[in-house]
T-cell receptor
Framework: ETGVTQSPTHLIKTRGQQVTLRCSSQSGHNTVSWYQQALGQGPQFIFQYYREEENGRGNFPPRFSGLQFPNYSSELNVNALELDDSALYLC?????????????FGPGTRLTVL | GENVEQHPSTLSVQEGDSAVIKCTYSDSASNYFPWYKQELGKRPQLIIDIRSNVGEKKDQRIAVTLNKTAKHFSLHITETQPEDSAVYFCAAVMYNNNDMRFGAGTRLTVKP
């Protein structure tokens, strides 16, 4: 096991609601990336956090936002949930820049929007 | 931005046979290519990766080859076993970049 943890494991929300997902990075890793994985597809990059700052963003609207804390854990917030937001949300952590860019994934949070 | 295509989408082999999954990428600046295995309901797990300064890397039954000129890379699994059955994803990214692009995945089934 990689040591990256996520909570909760499953979540059911209704359209229009807001959700917060949490990720604890592997020990020693200071970079956290978030991905959305729709059923039957590969993960899609949402954004990355490095030293508490957003460090790049994929093609996702502003209602997807995040935070990184001093201990390098991270949150993904999604406002005004839509049915298409139903997916597995994965976070991945990676070691300090300059060592390796390998990303290690957490188990994911499965979000269902009704 | 980077675009990664992966083929085939499904692959069925007999136990003991070899399996090959191929990916192409579009951005010649990409220089890191990991492969992930994802079993049903589980997290993607890194199984092997390769950087653009080498052409081939092997780890027991798994090998990856990279052709920078043609911008394609492949995963080779030899002596397949039923526990190799999973979805495999290739990905491409520039070093110190943040946007790792994944292929659509290959569902590998190894029949006993």
């Amino acid at each position: 096991e990689t040591g990256v943890t996520q909570s909760p494991t499953h979540l059911i929300k209704t359209r229009g609601q807001q959700v917060t997902l949490r990720c604890s990075s592997q020990s020693g890793h200071n970079t956290v990336s978030w991905y959305q994985q729709a059923l039957g597809q590969g993960p899609q990059f949402i954004f990355q956090y490095y030293r508490e700052e957003e460090n790049g963003r994929g093609n996702f609207p502003p209602r997807f936002s995040g935070l990184q804390f001093p201990n390098y854990s991270s949150e993904l917030n999604v406002n005004a949930l839509e049915l298409d937001d139903s997916a597995l949300y994965l976070c991945a952590s990676s070691p300090p820049s300059g060592s390796t860019d390998t990303q290690y994934f957490g188990p994911g949070t499965r979000l269902t929007v009704l | 931005g980077e675009n990664v295509e992966q083929h085939p989408s499904t692959l069925s082999v007999q136990e003991g046979d070899s399996a090959v999954i191929k990916c192409t990428y579009s951005d010649s600046a990409s220089n890191y290519f990991p492969w992930y295995k994802q079993e049903l309901g589980k997290r993607p797990q890194l199984i092997i990766d390769i950087r653009s300064n080498v052409g081939e890397k092997k780890d027991q039954r798994i090998a990856v080859t990279l052709n920078k000129t043609a911008k394609h890379f492949s995963l080779h699994i030899t002596e397949t076993q039923p526990e190799d059955s999973a979805v495999y994803f290739c990905a491409a990214v520039m070093y110190n970049n943040n946007d790792m692009r994944f292929g659509a995945g290959t569902r590998l089934t190894v029949k006993p």
